[in-house]
């Protein structure tokens, strides 16, 4: 989707393993959302940053960390996957009415 | 605690039959009701805001309109390419950073 950009589109881990979701965003806008996606359950807010510094929990934040590094980029870390951790990754910026990246994959085996 | 429940889970139209997808939700305060539609391996692609009860958005062949308990997407004369997942959120006043979306119906429209 245009103006925001995730990395990578598709990944397998291994259990135990770690990685790191890329997003980045040329919008400008100041808050940045990370969510992920499960059949059946909608989309669950893991961890947001209202403003460049700033990060807090959502409704789902075990076993992830964030960084927003700047205004343009908010990364989320697996430090060590499960497999309940396979889902579809969002990342989203604010505003009236959310504008979302094209998502992540993620198979944890 | 906020919440989002949609019905139904899916809904298979014929080109041309209109119908109505629900969204019910609980909120403390409602700060705007969002609806969105996802297409397969893409992101949600928002569609419309509503602010109040009794507020009314339209676009092609959509719209939606909200109570003070639930939002109606009304889909008139569907084509095949209505053909997605819509999705419904809610942002409360008292949590003003945060959208909760409900699971989503998935519409289906056959030629």
């Known amino acids: 989707n245009a103006g925001v950009t995730q990395t990578p589109k598709f990944q397998v881990l291994k259990t135990g393993q770690s990685m790191t979701l890329q997003c980045a965003q040329d919008?400008?806008?100041?808050?940045m959302y990370w969510y992920r996606q499960d059949p059946g359950m909608g989309l669950r807010l893991i961890y947001y940053?209202?403003?460049?510094?700033?990060?807090d929990k959502g409704e789902v934040p075990n076993g992830y960390n964030v960084s927003r590094l700047n205004k343009r980029e908010f990364s989320l870390r697996l430090e060590s996957a499960a497999p309940s951790q396979t889902s579809v990754y969002f990342c989203?910026?604010?505003?009236?009415?959310?504008?979302f990246g094209s998502g992540t994959r993620l198979t944890v085996v | 605690e906020d919440q989002v429940t949609q019905s139904p889970e899916a809904l298979r139209l014929q080109e041309g039959e209109s119908s109505s997808l629900n969204c019910s939700y609980t909120v403390s305060g409602l700060r705007g009701l969002f609806w969105y539609r996802q297409d397969p391996g893409k992101g949600p692609e928002f569609l419309f805001t509503l602010y109040s009860a009794g507020e009314e958005k339209e676009k092609e062949r959509l719209k939606a309109t909200l109570t003070k308990k639930e939002s109606f997407l009304h889909i008139t004369a569907p084509k095949p390419e209505d053909s997605a997942t819509y999705l419904c959120a809610v942002q409360g006043r008292t949590s003003y950073d945060k959208v909760i979306f409900g699971p989503g119906t998935s519409l289906s429209v056959i030629p």
């Open positions: 940053s209202a403003s460049e510094g700033t990060t």
């Open positions: 989203a910026l604010g505003g009236n009415g959310y504008t």
């Open positions: 919008m400008n806008h100041n808050s």
